[in-house]
């Protein structure tokens, strides 16, 4: 049999749910159902910059029409959403439905099996988002739970419960984590003058927008070329004073919405369905996504500002320079060689490796020709672009460098993801379509790398 699939019904009496996932394979959801899971999620995003390498996680408990408990995953190494919704249910979890965004961990991890524990608090039915893509767990938490006779469905607001994971999915189903590289440019695509100067186009909000991209990404990885041009520091400091909500389990959620919230889209920043983030100077919890640098020939200089500062730098290089690299790593950084054979970093090995450092989001900042050899080489996920309403004339610096195309099957292929304006400048999000790899003529071998 395929996979369940999912009808929506409003009027179906509860009783008959059993009698047609026994008889025809079909998963049926009630409005509230959805409504309750549209909860979990948003408790799942409060995770938001904090949970990686693990998921962002929510779970609401509800007996009778209430919800009796809920939680959401903080931090890898502390417990699982479910277990934050169980403690505060304590008795009255008994005979519940638990609505989890993610399915229920079988495995020991650094935590004990969700499944288990929802097993033992006496679950009536467990409705789940979409299967967790770990391979350690994989359907067999649902299995589990499923053996011990409690009636599961999966499939329930999965797409919205994918993408607020995109990364961890990206990490688990193919070994390398979620590409998204954010340029700012002006309308005519144009991303600094001849001249290279380029600070700055976008305005204030887009820049401290950018910020809350970088505080969500477990990297942000960069050129030496924009090192060396504009000597960021590429750490996460200007939201404001805001930091991911402390630790301790989440307030128990309000009854369900009379009409269903709003999709979420699992990429709002500032947007109405973003985490709750609170003001204040504790350090705690504000998590440094780790630098990276591509220097092929280990330009970077020692007094780079990417190398101090907040959170720890990672350098890509192809050069086996002992001296540089021992100096860089008196300095604190970690230094790995991995060269192509053609003397320039290796982009598909670099990837990986970064996915088993535990790297789910990548954020690209850097420039043109980065920029152009991701998306040449298909390995660029998504592009966030931010649109300044201005023109910056052909002599400028485009977005990307792609080479000529000579023919049209050439062309990246993109979708429209989101779209919104940010300050005085737009912003953009649109995923790269795989399906038609780009093949312009500089794609074969001449690598454009710094
Ligand atoms: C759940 N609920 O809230 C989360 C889950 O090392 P551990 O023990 O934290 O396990 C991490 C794995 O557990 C992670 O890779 C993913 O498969 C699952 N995450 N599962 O039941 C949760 N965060
Ligand atoms: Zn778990």
Partial sequence: MGKPRSVWVSSVSIRVYPWLITNFGINVFAPSDSQWMAQALRLAERGLYSTSPNPRVGCVLVRDGKSVGSGWHQRAGEPHAEVYALREAGGAARGATAYVTLEPCSHHGRTPPCAEALIEAGMARVVVAVQDPNPEVAGAGIARLRAAGIAVESGLMEAEARELNVGFFARMTRGTPWLRSKIAMSLDG?????????????????????????????????????????????????????????????????????????????????????????????????????????????????????????????????????????????????????????????????????????????????????????????????????????????????????????????????????????????????????????????????????
């Fill in 190 to 450: 144009r991303t600094a003058l001849g001249n290279g100067k380029s600070q700055w186009i976008t305005g204030d909000a887009a820049r401290q927008d950018v910020q809350r991209w970088r505080a969500r990404s477990c990297a942000v990885l960069t050129g030496i070329n924009t090192v060396l041009a504009d000597d960021a520091q590429l750490n996460v400091r200007e939201i404001g004073g805001m930091i991911p909500a402390p630790r301790g389990g989440a307030s128990n959620p309000p009854s369900p919405p009379t009409h269903p919230s709003p999709p979420l889209s699992g990429r709002e920043e500032g947007g109405a369905s973003a985490p709750p983030l609170t003001r204040g100077g504790q350090e705690e919890g504000l998590r440094q996504p780790l630098r990276v640098v591509l220097d092929s020939q280990l330009r970077i200089p020692l007094e780079a500002r990417v190398l101090y500062g907040g959170g720890r730098t990672l350098v890509y290089t192809a050069l086996h320079d002992e001296r540089k690299i021992g100096l860089l790593q008196d300095l604190g950084a970690t230094v790995a060689v991995m060269p192509d054979g053609n003397g320039q970093v290796d982009l598909p090995a670099i990837l990986r490796d970064l996915a088993q450092r535990g790297c789910n989001e990548v954020l690209v900042e850097a420039g043109s020709i980065l920029n152009g050899a991701l998306l040449r080489a298909g390995l660029a996920d998504e592009l966030l672009l931010y649109i300044a309403p201005q023109l910056l004339g052909d002599a400028a610096r485009s977005m990307a460098q792609l080479g000529e195309l000579t023919s049209l099957e050439q062309r990246v292929g993109l979708k429209w993801q989101d779209m919104r304006q940010v300050g005085k400048d737009l912003r953009i999000s649109v995923k790269v379509e795989k399906a038609n790899p780009p093949q312009s003529p500089l794609a074969r071998g001449e690598a454009l790398l710094p």
